[in-house]
């Protein structure tokens, strides 16, 4: 089946810095979701990607969808204690109505 | 939220009791999910369903079984609780049959002792 992998699992980054974290396919997917869970908290819907190739940004953060729609990143620039959590990515097959998760990388900051 | 309630929150049983939890949506969304969610698993499906009476296995589905007998409510049951079933359970909708995100309840801490 499907397979959805994401890096890394931990990130630890100096408030004002940037970072990427970056998930990986094994099949060619139809879209990618990008989810937020912060501590103690629920995941919580961020963006969807569907187009070869498709960047979208949200402030301070900037999804891609690779060309060949096997993997995404989410690269977060001048990252801020508010921005401490878990984000995952899920990705869609075609004609499927489940998404699979990668494992989430684990967002902390130091101030 | 999505009208997402989700029912115990918090819950600790013994192992080989029967355990239910409830998920209870308010907006009449046809397909429903149900996830365990791990340390460095993320979260994976258990069962999901797409209409009352329709359900479907997810990838991690043994020792779970669900029901649905009312648009609003989803129901996964554990027969009898293992250990290795301790974990935080998601609900979440899919919001309408062209939007692919989902939305999640707020969990249910499960502790199996």
């Known amino acids: 089946g499907q397979q959805v992998m994401q890096i890394p699992q931990y990130q630890h980054v100096q408030e004002g810095e940037d970072f990427t974290t970056y998930c990986n396919s094994s099949?060619?997917?139809?879209?990618i979701q990008w989810y937020k869970q912060r501590p103690g908290g629920h995941p919580v819907f961020l963006i969807q990607?569907?187009?070869?190739?498709e960047v979208k940004k949200q402030k301070r953060l900037t999804f891609q969808f690779g060309e060949a729609k096997k993997n995404s990143s989410l690269h977060i620039t001048a990252t801020q204690t508010t921005d401490v959590g878990t984000y995952f990515c899920?990705?869609?097959?075609?004609?499927?109505?489940?998404?699979?998760f990668g494992a989430g990388t684990t967002v902390t900051v130091r101030a | 939220d999505a009208g997402i309630t989700q029912s115990p929150r918090h819950k600790v049983t013994e192992t080989g009791t029967p355990v239910t939890l409830r998920c209870h949506q308010t907006?009449?969304?046809?397909?429903m999910y149900w996830y365990r969610q791990d340390p460095g698993h993320g979260l994976r499906l258990i069962h999901y369903?797409?209409?009352?009476?329709?359900?479907d296995k997810g990838e991690v589905s043994d020792g779970y079984s669900v029901s649905r007998s009312k648009t609003e409510d989803f129901l996964l049951t554990l027969e009898s609780a293992t250990s290795s079933q301790t974990s935080v359970y998601f609900c979440?909708?899919?919001?309408?049959?062209?939007?692919?995100?989902?939305?999640f309840g707020p969990g249910t801490r499960l502790t199996v002792t």
């Open positions: 899920a990705g869609r097959a075609d004609n499927d109505y489940k998404l699979s």
């Open positions: 099949t060619t997917l139809s879209n």
């Open positions: 990607l569907v187009k070869s190739g």
């Open positions: 907006e009449n969304h046809r397909y």
């Open positions: 369903s797409y209409g009352v009476k329709d359900t």
């Open positions: 979440a909708i899919k919001p309408g049959p062209r939007a692919y995100e989902q939305y």
